[in-house]
Structures are given as structure tokens and as C-alpha cells.
């Protein structure tokens, strides 16, 4: 009686009870929270923004793989539902419906699907697509209908500026961190949530207690959010302390705009980031080198969105330069 052939297959043989639709549903409910503070907010709008997105996400998905490449059916895998919900997370909650769905086909059919799907993407879909929204409707991805009102709804219409913009106005006209002060929200308010901003960015509190979640279910390493952030703080701490009147503390500088929503549910997608921890932590400084500097210094008040894309572009090269020890490499040296 011969034997049973024996199977080869690819690496990596790795034997774990991750499964790629689990690690996605994880991310799914580590943002949670930050979507009920955004209803809570926002009220409907967040909601119809999100549903919309997540839809047409999917549907756009499901089109291309069925009608155009005529390959299998993934939709259900999570990575279209995050894509949709991340998305989201970094529009307006007064976003045109039209503009969402755009926003969605550019970050499905374009970002991702053109390159080869899940795993082939060289750029995270839903950054893309909101830079893509951001040059080409500045005005409308730029009005950030203001928080709550009478703590339960929001009055249509009202817009106001982010913490950021904030600043960035006022000391382009030359007033300083005093001035802005009474201008900007509290720090409580920005760990709550209750200021503008995109529909996903608002909370820190939120965003960190999902974060919490990835970290202790290990869907994610802590190198590149906490070295992010810490870049980012010891860099506008530097600033802050040369001149503490013309640059904003660095509490301040973690806790408004996307740094949190980007450290922990974007820098960390597994597909665009580096595979090594010392490629982990030169991308994440990168990040935070690059956010800084246009923050405080670019066109943009917030710069979060074009440094993890800068540096997405880079993760070939930082692969290529740190790359892991193959396996048997240690014991054939030692022989040598």
C-alpha cells in the first residue's frame, strides 16, 4: 500500500486560530465606541454617511469581482466593511451622499481592486479615497457641522472649524495659543468627543478603549501606534517649549484631528504596513515626523491622512531593507 502524497503548500506555516474574517470583525467592534460617540454627536447624519459608505463599498466590491475580474465572491470576508466604516470615520457627517459613494468607488475599484484585491493594495483604500475627496471637493469635505446642541441634536446647517483649523487660522493672523484658547475646546471635551471634525476622529477616549481592544486581542503591535504618537509628541513638545505662544502643547496635538483614528485603525493595516518591528518603527516615526511637520508648518492643518500614504509608499523599500531572518540562516553561520 504506497503512501499519501505529501502536500506543500506556500508560506507561512504558521499555526494559529486568527482567521482573516476574525481579525476584521475585531476591528469592526473596536470601533464601536467611537461610532455610538459620533451618533451621540451627530445624530442621523452619521449614520446615513456610514451606512452609505458601507454599502457601496460592498456593492462595489461585489460588481468588480463578479462582473469585471470574474474571480470569487470575497465581500464577506470584512475588509470591504472596514474600508466602508473607515472611510466614513474620516468624512464629515454633512458629506453629500453622492460625494460618499465616489468617495467609496475610488477606494474599492481604484485603490484596491485595480492593484489585485485584498492584500495587494500598496495604499490604505479609505486614506486614499478621503485625500482623493479632499482635493477634489475641498469646500464640502472641509464644513464640519458643529457638536451637539441641547446635548441631543444638532442644529442643520452650523458648521464650524476643527481644533486644528482653529489654530491654524489664528496664528496665521497672528494671534497666539492665548488668544485661541477660549476658541478651541476644552481637553476634556476633545477625550469625550463633543467638538467637530471627521464623523470617526472625534473621541479619544473612544478610539483608545477600541485600540485597547486590538492590542489585548492582538490583532495589532503596539510599535506602530505608541511610536507614532510618541513621535508626535516629543516633536510639537520640542516646538512647544521653544515657543509655547505660537505652537499648540502637544496634549493638544494627539487629542484633535485623526492622530489616534490613524495610529491605531490605519498605520496598522496589516496589508500596507511593514512586516518586521524595525521596519514597524521606522515607518511610524516616519509618520510622525511627517504629520508634525505639516501640521505646523504645510498648508493643511492636519496632516495624518498624507503621512501614513507617504509612508505606505515606502513599505517595499522598508521590507526590502529589513527583512527577517530566513529561517536555518542563525545555525548555518554558526556551521560556517
Known amino acids: 500500500m504506497s503512501n499519501p502524497p ?24 473596536a470601533l464601536v465606541p467611537a461610532f455610538l460617540v459620533s451618533l451621540y454627536v451627530f445624530g442621523i447624519n452619521a449614520f446615513i454617511v456610514a451606512a452609505v459608505a458601507v454599502v457601496s ?4 466590491e461585489y460588481l468588480i469581482q463578479k462582473y469585471l475580474l470574474k474571480t470569487n465572491i470575497t465581500i464577506w470576508d470584512g475588509s470591504a466593511l472596514i474600508t466602508g466604516i473607515l472611510l466614513a470615520f474620516n468624512l464629515p457627517s454633512g458629506l453629500p451622499i453622492w460625494m460618499v459613494i465616489v468617495g467609496s468607488l475610488f477606494a474599492i475599484g481604484v ?7 485584498l492584500g495587494f493594495n500598496i495604499f490604505n483604500p479609505a486614506l486614499a479615497a478621503r485625500v482623493f475627496l ?6 464640502q469635505m472641509t464644513m464640519w457641522p458643529t457638536a451637539v446642541v441641547n446635548n441631543t441634536q444638532l442644529i442643520d446647517g452650523v458648521t464650524g472649524a476643527t481644533t486644528l483649523g482653529i489654530i ?34 472625534i473621541s479619544a477616549l ?15 503591535s503596539w510599535y506602530i501606534p505608541i511610536i507614532m504618537l510618541a513621535t508626535i509628541t516629543i516633536m510639537t513638545g520640542v516646538f512647544w517649549l521653544i515657543n509655547p505662544e505660537q505652537y499648540a502643547n ?18 496598522t493595516d496589516l ?11 521606522v515607518f511610524a516615526i516616519g509618520i510622525g515626523v511627517i504629520t508634525v511637520v505639516i501640521r505646523l508648518f504645510g498648508a493643511y492643518p492636519e496632516g495624518v491622512s498624507f503621512a501614513i500614504l507617504i509612508m505606505n509608499a515606502f513599505v517595499p523599500l522598508i521590507n526590502t531593507y529589513f527583512k527577517p531572518r530566513r529561517f536555518g540562516s542563525e545555525i548555518k553561520s554558526k556551521i560556517l
Open 6 to 29: 505529501i502536500i506543500i503548500s506556500a508560506s507561512p506555516h504558521i499555526h494559529s486560530e486568527e482567521s482573516l474574517k476574525k481579525i476584521m470583525y475585531d476591528v469592526v467592534i
Open 57 to 60: 463599498c460592498l456593492l462595489f
Open 111 to 117: 485603490v484596491k481592486m485595480s492593484f489585485g484585491g
Open 134 to 139: 479632499l482635493i477634489s471637493f475641498p469646500v
Open 168 to 201: 491654524k487660522e489664528g496664528l496665521m493672523y497672528g494671534d497666539t495659543m492665548t488668544d485661541l484658547s477660549s476658541k478651541i475646546p476644552s481637553t476634556l471635551d476633545m477625550l469625550l468627543g463633543i467638538t467637530g471634525g471627521s464623523i470617526g476622529e
Open 206 to 220: 473612544a478610539l483608545l478603549i477600541g485600540g485597547a481592544y486590538l492590542l489585548y486581542k492582538r490583532v495589532i
Open 250 to 267: 502637544p496634549l493638544i496635538q494627539l487629542l484633535s484631528g485623526g492622530a489616534i483614528l490613524g495610529a491605531f485603525y490605519m498605520a
Open 271 to 281: 496589508v500596507t504596513s511593514p512586516i518586521t518591528k524595525k521596519g514597524m518603527i
